[in-house]
């Protein structure tokens, strides 16, 4: 086939040329003026569209990046807050497992009241190191195998504070640090360190508050063998809307009563 006319319009975008848009014709003189606004129309469209997909093609790997960047980063978050968690445990054998056990007794109960998924996630890694500020505890008196003295005691509660001051500078997507820092608050005011009351408290504190209550009952520690999951849902029960609050007491309640 023999071309006797042909038409080149470049295509072009604030980013420098597209490409060319070529048309062939049999005929000479094919392309009239019309034709040739029209065609140069159409040009314009083409390069609109394309400069359109390539922008969102773009976008999209941006995107793409930003969210593996971002996976990457929570993924390398979530393995330091578990190491951590390790040494805290490693300075402290007698309650070995105590953090992991709670974060799981707190997921449940998370679970049971219908949280999202993602405030349930805070409170798994919260949960993980609640104890953090026990790293500043010395080990004779974690290990004490007798009653601890009003000061030693004194010392023991500055740990929630202690683990916020080491948290409060690292950006979570959760509030971890106020957490851990709320863990030991009871609803009637009478806990530390800030002596909050009811709905001062975050409720991801309040489920902590409970799960390490029910958790540290259940288990031996230096100064005492296990009580039992009886003797922890009644202290529980008991301190129902004074100590704890009633929805998550009743809910963890639930948890173990459906076990049996």
């Known amino acids: ?44 469209y083409l390069e609109f569209g394309i400069e359109t997909l390539r922008t969102r093609a773009d976008r999209d790997r941006i995107a793409l990046e930003s969210r593996k960047h971002d996976e990457i980063l929570r993924n390398s978050l979530e393995e330091t807050i578990k190491a951590i968690a390790d040494i805290i445990e490693m300075r402290d054998p007698y309650t070995s497992g105590h953090q992991r056990r709670v974060s ?20 798994e890694l919260a949960a993980r190191i609640h104890d953090l500020g026990k790293i500043s505890i010395p080990s004779e008196i974690l290990c004490k195998p007798t009653k601890l003295s009003e ?49 001062e408290i975050l409720l991801e504190s309040k489920i902590l508050s409970v799960a390490d209550v029910v958790e540290a009952m259940m288990s031996h520690r230096p100064y005492r063998a296990a009580l039992g999951i009886e003797r922890a849902l009644k202290e529980i029960q008991n301190g129902r809307g004074t100590l704890y609050d009633a929805a998550v007491v009743d809910a963890c309640v639930r948890i173990f009563r459906d076990r049996t």
């Open 1 to 44: 086939l023999r071309y006797e006319a042909c038409i080149a319009l470049p295509l072009m975008s604030s980013l420098g040329a597209l490409g060319v848009l070529e048309i062939f014709s049999s005929e000479s003189d094919a392309f009239d003026p019309t034709e040739v606004n029209l065609l140069r129309e159409l040009a314009g």
């Open 104 to 123: 799981e007794l707190a997921v449940a109960i998370a679970n049971e009241l219908g949280l999202p998924e993602t405030t349930i996630h805070g409170i």
């Open 151 to 199: 000061i030693e005691y004194l010392l023991l509660q500055n740990h929630a504070k202690w683990g916020f001051e080491v948290l409060k500078g690292i950006q979570f997507p959760w509030p971890i640090a106020t957490m851990v820092l709320q863990h030991h608050e009871r609803q009637d005011g009478s806990g530390y360190p800030q002596g909050l009351k009811g709905d």
